[in-house]
């Protein structure tokens, strides 16, 4: 059974930072397509950021973090990454871990993805 589990959500003031994590169980994540979306208040889920498996490939940003947000991976803890830094209150939202277990296509989808986490709360005040 495959499980996606995030942490690292926070209360940050603008300009703050924070790294959200999500520890995968039940499949080994080196080879497939891995990323983040977040849902704000009252709006629908929103990609911000999706990475290729095995390095193939630079990630996929929204143009709305592109410069601030850094995803990566550790693959020997099966382990994703999302570094946000400079967070504004219009990146306050639910964050989740999203996996495909293939190669990434219409990364900005939310129906391309077989496994979510549960997410995890970012709230950044002005």
């Known amino acids: 059974q495959v499980q996606l589990v995030e942490s690292g959500g926070g209360s940050v003031p603008a300009g703050g930072s924070l790294t959200l994590s999500c520890v995968v169980s039940?499949?080994?994540?080196?080879?497939?397509?891995m990323g983040w979306f977040r849902q704000p208040p009252g709006r629908e889920r929103e990609a911000v950021a999706v990475?290729?498996?095995?390095?193939?490939?630079?990630?996929n940003y929204a143009d709305s973090v592109k410069g601030r947000f850094t995803i990566s991976r550790d693959n020997a803890k099966n382990t994703l990454y999302l570094e946000m830094t400079n967070l504004q209150p219009d990146d306050t939202a639910m964050y989740y871990c999203?996996?495909?277990?293939?190669?990434?296509?219409?990364?900005?989808?939310?129906?391309?993805?077989?496994?979510w986490g549960q997410g995890t709360q970012v709230t950044v005040s002005s």
């Open positions: 039940g499949t080994i994540i080196e080879y497939y397509c």
């Open positions: 999203v996996l495909r277990t293939d190669r990434c296509v219409q990364w900005s989808s939310t129906y391309v993805y077989d496994y």
């Open positions: 990475g290729r498996g095995a390095n193939a490939g630079t990630p």
